[in-house]
C-alpha cells in the first residue's frame, strides 16, 4: 500500500511563497516520476511540475520563473516552491507518483508500477 501525504498550503497574500512537501511512503520497490497537480474550483485537474528520479524537471507554462520542483529521492519526498503567488493559483494541489510494486498473479509476482493521489493541500492566494 503506498501514501502520499501532502503538507504546507495554506492562506497568503498575491506576491508570497509557500512551499508544499510531498512524502511517499510504502510496501515498493521505489518510486519514480512524481509531480504536482492543482485543480482550481469548477476546472479540471492540471500539470504543475514533474521531475523524474534522474531529476529531470517540467512545468507548466504558467508557473515557469515562479516555481520550483525539487526531490530528495532517499526520503521519497518531492517539494514545490512557489514564489510570487497569484490569486489564479489558488487551488487544490495534489501529489502524484509512480510506484515500482511487485504483484501477485497466477503466474507468480509480477513487476507493475501503477499512479498513486495524495489527498491534496489547499492553497489561496488572495488579498
Known amino acids: 500500500q503506498v501514501h502520499l501525504v501532502e503538507s504546507g498550503g495554506g492562506s497568503v497574500q498575491p506576491g508570497e511563497s509557500l512551499l508544499l512537501s510531498c512524502a511517499a511512503s510504502?510496501?515498493?520497490?521505489?518510486?519514480?516520476?512524481m509531480g504536482w497537480y492543482r485543480q482550481a474550483p469548477g476546472k479540471g485537474r492540471e500539470l504543475v511540475a514533474s521531475i523524474t528520479v534522474g531529476g529531470v524537471r517540467d512545468y507548466a507554462d504558467y508557473v515557469k520563473g515562479r516555481f520550483n520542483i525539487s526531490r530528495d529521492s532517499a526520503m521519497n519526498i518531492i517539494y514545490l516552491q512557489m514564489n510570487s503567488l497569484k490569486p489564479e493559483d489558488t487551488a487544490d494541489y495534489f501529489c502524484?507518483?509512480?510506484?515500482?510494486?511487485?504483484?501477485?498473479?497466477?503466474?507468480?509476482?509480477?513487476?507493475?508500477?501503477?499512479?498513486?493521489w495524495g489527498q491534496g493541500t489547499r492553497v489561496t492566494v488572495s488579498s
Open positions: 510504502g510496501s515498493v520497490r521505489g518510486f519514480g516520476d
Open positions: 502524484k507518483a509512480e510506484a515500482f510494486e511487485t504483484v501477485a498473479t497466477k503466474w507468480g509476482p509480477q513487476p507493475r508500477t501503477n499512479a498513486y
